[in-house]
C-alpha cells in the first residue's frame, strides 16, 4: 500500500471509472492504473479516496520560475518573449536517464515548496509581463486538472499556455487538456517501441497519436524534443526513419530540437552526447526535408538560430538564449525573400535574454 493521502490532498481528479471487482482504473493515459483505497498510480500524484479519484498536488509546486520561451524549447512560438514556468511532482512514464527526476521522480511532496491557485499564477504572470505560462519542471499530463484550471485564468488575461510533455495520454483527455493549450513541446524520446519499453516503461504509439492529433486536428503551435543518448537512440537508420516520419505525418514545419544528454538518475555509466552527434542528427533531419532542426543543451550558434527554409539566411540569430539578431518582419516573414517562416510571432522589440528570475508565490490564493 502507498503512502496515505492527506486531507489537504483530495482536490477531485476527472477520468476514472469503477471495476467490477472494485477497484477503479484511472484513465488519464495508457497505464491504466487499477486502484484499491489509499493506492495511488503510478505518477503517484494520483490516487484513490474512497470511491473517488483525486489529484494530490492541486495548487502545489515545486517552484516558480521566469524564464526566456527558448528555454522551454521553443525557438518559433514568440522568440524573445518570457515565460511564467512551474512544474508540481511526479510522471507517468518511468524514464531511467529523466534529467529532472529529483522532482519528477520524488515519491514525498518536500518539493512542493511553494502553493498558489490558477488565477494566482495568471494575476502573477500579468504583472510580470509575462507573455505565456509554461507547464514544466515534470510532466504536465499527471496535473491535468491543475493545468487546464490555470490555462482558463490565464486566457482570461489574454496569456498564452504551453505544455512541454511526453504526450502519453489517452484520446479523451488528450481532446481536453490540448484544447486549453496554445503551444505543445513534445518529448519524441525515441523512435521504436523497444527503447520506449525499456527505457521510460511506456510504448511509442500513444506518443505517435498525440503528435499526429496535435498537428492534424488542432490549431495548438508543435515544437518536438528528442534527448540524444550515445548507443540507444542516436543511429543515422533511427535518425533517417524518424526524421522521415515527422516529414510524411507532421509536415516539414514543426521545429525538431536534438537536445544533449548528460548522465543522470540510473543511467550515470552513459557519457555525455558529443556535440559532433547533434550536429549529424541535425544534417540528418534538415536532408529529410525538415525546415527548422535546432541544437540543445550544447554551445551551438548553427544549431540555435533559424534560417529561412526559402533563401537559406539567418532570420533569428541565437547565442544560446540570447538572440543576438532578429530580422523578421512583425508578421513573421523573411525580410530578404517575403517568404513566411513557421510559427508565432508579433512586433520584436527586444529579447528577455539568458536571465532566470526565481517567483516566490508564498501559497497566494
Known amino acids: 500500500m502507498d503512502e496515505a493521502i492527506g486531507i489537504d490532498e483530495r482536490h477531485p481528479a476527472k477520468y476514472w471509472h469503477g471495476l467490477d471487482d472494485g477497484r477503479i482504473q484511472c484513465d488519464l493515459c495508457p497505464r491504466d492504473c487499477k486502484l484499491h483505497d489509499g493506492q495511488r498510480g503510478a505518477c503517484y500524484v494520483r490516487g484513490r479516496v474512497g470511491d473517488h479519484m483525486v489529484l494530490t498536488t492541486y495548487g502545489r509546486s515545486s517552484g516558480f520560475c521566469i524564464d526566456p520561451i527558448e528555454k522551454k524549447p521553443f525557438n518559433n512560438f514568440y522568440p524573445g518573449s518570457s515565460v511564467f514556468s512551474f512544474g508540481t511532482a511526479g510522471c507517468n512514464l518511468t524514464c531511467k536517464f529523466c534529467q529532472n527526476w529529483d522532482i519528477s521522480k520524488s515519491r514525498s511532496f518536500d518539493k512542493l515548496a511553494d502553493q498558489a491557485s490558477p488565477e494566482a499564477i495568471a494575476q502573477a504572470a500579468e504583472r510580470m509581463g509575462c507573455k505565456s505560462v509554461a507547464f514544466t519542471y ?19 488575461r489574454g496569456i498564452k499556455t504551453v505544455a512541454i510533455t511526453a504526450g502519453y495520454i489517452h484520446d479523451q483527455p488528450r481532446r481536453e487538456f490540448f484544447a486549453k493549450m496554445d503551444a505543445a513541446n513534445v518529448d519524441l524520446k525515441g523512435f521504436t517501441d523497444e527503447f520506449y519499453l525499456r527505457l521510460c516503461g511506456a510504448h511509442l504509439q500513444p506518443i505517435l497519436d498525440t503528435l499526429i492529433y496535435l498537428r492534424q486536428e488542432t490549431d495548438v503551435w508543435l515544437e518536438l524534443t528528442t534527448l540524444l543518448i550515445p548507443g540507444h537512440n542516436d543511429s543515422d537508420d533511427e535518425l533517417g526513419r524518424m526524421s522521415a516520419w515527422i516529414l510524411k505525418e507532421l509536415g516539414p ?26 550536429g549529424r542528427a541535425r544534417k540528418i533531419a534538415m536532408a529529410a526535408g525538415l525546415h527548422y532542426v535546432y541544437t540543445g543543451n550544447v554551445h551551438n550558434r548553427e544549431g540555435d538560430t533559424t534560417f529561412c527554409p526559402s533563401c537559406g539566411h539567418a532570420v533569428i540569430v541565437r547565442d544560446w538564449y540570447d538572440i543576438e539578431q532578429y530580422r523578421l518582419t512583425p508578421d513573421g516573414r523573411c525580410p530578404d525573400c517575403g517568404a513566411q517562416i513557421a510559427g508565432y510571432y508579433e512586433k520584436f522589440s527586444g529579447a528577455f535574454g539568458q536571465r532566470r528570475i526565481p517567483v ?3 501559497g497566494a490564493i
Open 253 to 278: 514545419d514543426v521545429p525538431l530540437h536534438f537536445s544533449a544528454f548528460h548522465p543522470d538518475y540510473k543511467m550515470l555509466d552513459v557519457p555525455a552526447t558529443p556535440p559532433e552527434t547533434l
Open 360 to 362: 516566490a508565490m508564498g
Open 138 to 156: 515534470n510532466d504536465p499530463v499527471p496535473f491535468a486538472e491543475y493545468a487546464m484550471d490555470t490555462a482558463d485564468a490565464c486566457h482570461a
